[in-house]
């Protein structure tokens, strides 16, 4: 059999796998042992027991392949190298290896929305601050903000962007529905202000101003995780792999990339890297038995967004609806996705 190796096990290398197992000799490497639904993760910020509903083990949902937990240091044209010196061929190579936040703040009160780990590690944190700042105004800072504010009413959270608008990359309606709702709970939004430098319990914007806090959140500066390839490999630009209409890298027929590490110019959210996972995975097939390939075609999809636990919205192609069903709709996608991985 062909042997296929997937890096990353987020969205998009889950589902990748999910789809070639048993079909292939496949090899899942990832940093951890277990698939995480990450659209879920912020809730545990402010509720850490709902960390135990959003991982499953992958070899739970891959019984036919192999899983390799660790980090890859390198990757040439027929072989993957780990940082403990072991190499992994391969016929067939799925870059999934996703994104990270990227910031020169680097300090004891200072997070990162990136993992549960993490966030459960602040969780403690939170109980203690009076005021939190989140940085970024995009769908993470928003949601963020908004579990913040509804769980810690008593607390002063204020939300600062670079932008003129909330989640900017969504319909109007969407961003106004946002502000609004993170008003009404008390959040103060700065906007077109970017920080640039963090002193002592102060971060500062480009204005000068100072904005004292005792815990700080950054949901900005996200970086594609590209830093075991080469250029020999592939051609990057600041947003990640370059790639064709396959989601292959030009020139390598029997390499693909999928998810955040892409270059694919759309929304990064885990229904895109979901979507990536499925067609990379079955034009790996494809190829496997001579037949032909499909495109990638990025497009507006149904989007939902949570307004902490009982509020959110759901936006598309225009139509845009606010409230209770968004927040349940957001509820049973997590409730679905992770009993198809549990089985």
Excluded at 24 to 40: M, N, Q, R, S
Excluded at 73 to 92: P, T, W
Excluded at 315 to 332: N, R, S
Aim: aromatic share 10%; charged share 25%.
């Amino acid at each position: 059999m062909k042997r296929v190796v997937i890096i990353g096990g987020g969205f998009a290398g889950a589902n990748a796998a999910r789809v070639l197992d048993g079909k292939c000799d496949l090899t899942l490497i990832d940093c951890e042992d277990f698939f995480e639904y990450t659209p879920g993760i912020l809730r545990t910020l402010v509720e850490p027991k709902h960390y135990r509903k959003l991982h499953v083990k992958h070899a739970q949902y891959l019984p036919n392949s192999k899983v390799v937990v660790g980090h890859v240091k390198s990757v040439d044209k027929n072989k993957v190298i780990l940082a403990n010196g072991n190499k992994i061929k391969y016929d067939y190579l799925i870059i999934a290896s996703g994104s990270h936040y990227n910031s020169p703040i680097k300090e004891e009160d200072v997070f990162f929305a990136t993992r549960v780990k993490h966030l459960l590690e602040a969780h403690e944190k939170i109980q203690k601050s009076e005021k939190i700042v989140v940085v970024g105004g995009g769908l993470v800072g928003v949601e963020l903000s908004a579990e913040l504010a509804t769980h810690y009413s008593e607390k002063k959270i204020i939300l600062i962007h670079s932008g003129s608008r909330l989640i900017e990359r969504n319909d109007i309606k969407s961003s106004r529905c946002a502000e609004y709702f993170l008003n009404r709970h008390g959040v103060k939004i700065i906007f077109n202000e970017k920080i640039i430098e963090n002193i002592g319990k102060n971060i500062i914007g480009e204005s000068g101003t100072k904005y004292d806090y005792d815990s700080v959140f950054f949901t900005v500066g996200i970086k594609p995780n590209v830093e075991f390839m080469t250029k020999k490999m592939s051609k990057f630009v600041s947003k990640g792999i370059i790639v064709n209409e396959y989601l292959q890298i030009s020139g390598l027929k029997n390499v693909f990339v999928a998810g955040d590490v892409s270059a694919v110019k759309e929304e990064k959210t885990a229904q895109n890297a979901e979507n990536h996972g499925k067609i990379v995975a079955n034009n790996v097939l494809a190829l496997l038995h001579e037949n032909e390939m499909k495109k990638y075609v990025s497009k507006k999809r149904l989007m939902v967004i949570s307004l902490g636990k009982y509020s959110g919205i759901i936006e598309y192609k225009g139509f845009v609806l606010t409230g209770l069903i968004p927040a349940f709709f957001k509820w049973m996608i997590e409730k679905m996705v992770m009993y198809r991985f549990r089985g």
